[in-house]
């Protein structure tokens, strides 16, 4: 007797990104009540699903992963391009948001890049920014699986208060949403430049007391690291171990000028890169020393960054940039070959986020969050190699559908859960808003 199950993928090259690496042909994927449950050969008939989706002709691998997001930017696409950081955040950013952000902007604009993302492959995201309730239920609406943290910036006026919320906001925001599947909240102290070192050791002490992982920007300039020298005596790497945070959880963004003994002592601890390449050469931060960080094994992974800095949500096109980049760095053409470029925005960006034993491959038990890559294209044939042409070859343009927690959150490029005019003509009347503001 058949088992009825809610949806199978059937057909296709399946790309499981398990340790074992497993290349399946002419297998079907079973999936019921957001799991994968079964993974097995197509002439079998053991399962009929209420829905099938077709991906012969396709790649199937792994939902992909954005470890460093701030999502309702999505906004702020093309405003202040061609500038510095400090510039860039100073002078025109950071005055934006502190006289236009409320919860109807943050909400309309985290729903148009959670939709984005998922058009782009991107089923999970680990983002920073403010207003986490807003967030979480436009990632819900749309069906995109969010970490999400509150951005803290307190320059040195964090007060005693605030400090006694910080870890009870953490832990009533995990319990308001423990049935959401979607949706998960952690600790994201903005940077060393932005809190103090108060509120960086209360940081450390709740995530210490409650396992809530850490997210922070980590040597992004040049500047930045100066700053911290000037101030505290010691190198970034160095200042968050004497606070006590390095020895904690954490994915820290960018980690452009770090140097070799900062990276030998991140390899030591439950520490993740995330690579933010083109934000990166977009405001000419620098290029992070990606022989050194693989030399010492550091947990590395792919991000975006916001749109502003970017301009997109586009992680194919990061690892597609960030391989022939580091190519030509290190003079080696054999230099991160496309398979560890693909493990890295998948396995290795779930081990960054503590989500391993849940997502990142296709394996039996694990969530079903898939990315579907369509090979009927031009640009698509031939394929000799799946890894190589995911990094080299497709785009975001190739994402066909998208599956999270077993649902089917686009198929065949049309949005399942949100109108994708709505969400453009919102845009529109947006930009409108932010341009009166600014002409004030």
Excluded at 249 to 275: F, K, N
Excluded at 345 to 367: M, N, P, Y
Aim: charged share 25%; hydrophobic share 40%.
């Amino acid at each position: 007797m058949n088992k009825e199950i809610d949806l199978i993928v059937k057909g296709g090259i399946i790309l499981c990104m398990d340790e074992e690496m497993r290349n399946l042909e002419n297998y079907q994927i079973a999936i019921d009540e957001g799991k994968i449950i079964d993974i097995y050969p197509a002439e079998s008939k053991e399962y009929i699903a209420t829905k099938t989706l077709d991906a012969s002709d396709c790649i199937v691998m792994p939902g992909l992963i954005n470890a460093h997001t701030h999502l309702p930017m999505t906004y702020f696409r093309g405003l202040a391009d061609d500038l510095p950081l400090e510039i860039w955040l100073n002078h025109y950013i950071w005055p934006l948001e502190a006289k236009i952000l409320n919860r109807n902007f943050i909400y309309n604009a985290s729903l148009h890049g959670a939709a984005e993302m998922l058009k782009n492959g991107i089923t999970q995201i680990h983002d920073m920014y403010f207003d986490m309730l807003a967030i979480a239920d436009a990632c819900t609406k749309v069906g995109l699986r969010a970490i999400i943290g509150e951005a803290l910036l307190d320059g040195n006026n964090s007060s005693p208060e605030r400090f006694n919320e910080l870890g009870n906001k953490m832990l009533e925001l995990k319990q308001r949403y423990k049935d959401n599947p979607y949706v998960d909240f952690n600790l994201a102290p903005h940077s060393i430049y932005g809190c103090s070192r108060q509120t960086l050791e209360k940081c450390a002490q709740v995530a210490a007391d409650t396992g809530i992982l850490l997210h922070m920007h980590l040597s992004e300039t040049k500047s930045e690291v100066e700053q911290c020298i000037k101030e505290h005596g010691l190198r970034p790497v160095f200042y968050l171990k004497d606070i006590g945070i390095l020895d904690l959880p954490a994915v820290y963004a960018h980690g452009v000028w770090i140097d070799e003994e900062e990276i030998e002592l991140l390899s030591e601890v439950p520490a993740s890169i995330a690579i933010c390449t083109e934000s990166n050469l977009k405001l000419a931060s620098g290029i992070l020393p990606l022989a050194a960080y693989r030399k010492y094994k550091v947990n590395l992974c792919f991000a975006t960054d916001g749109v502003a800095s970017n301009n997109n949500l586009d992680i194919l096109s990061e690892m597609d940039v960030t391989a022939k980049l580091h190519k030509v760095i290190n003079n080696d053409p054999a230099f991160l070959p496309a398979v560890d470029i693909v493990r890295m925005a998948t396995c290795d960006a779930a081990k960054a986020l503590g989500i391993s034993h849940k997502r990142g491959s296709l394996e039996i038990g694990k969530d079903a969050d898939i990315c579907i890559l369509s090979l009927s294209e031009l640009e698509s044939q031939p394929l000799y190699n799946p890894y190589s042409h995911i990094v080299y070859a497709l785009s975001s343009r190739n994402v066909r559908d998208v599956v999270v927690n077993g649902k089917i959150v686009l198929e065949n490029g049309k949005l399942m859960q949100e109108d994708e005019s709505a969400l453009i003509a919102t845009a529109k009347q947006q930009k409108e808003y932010i341009l009166q503001q600014l002409a004030n």
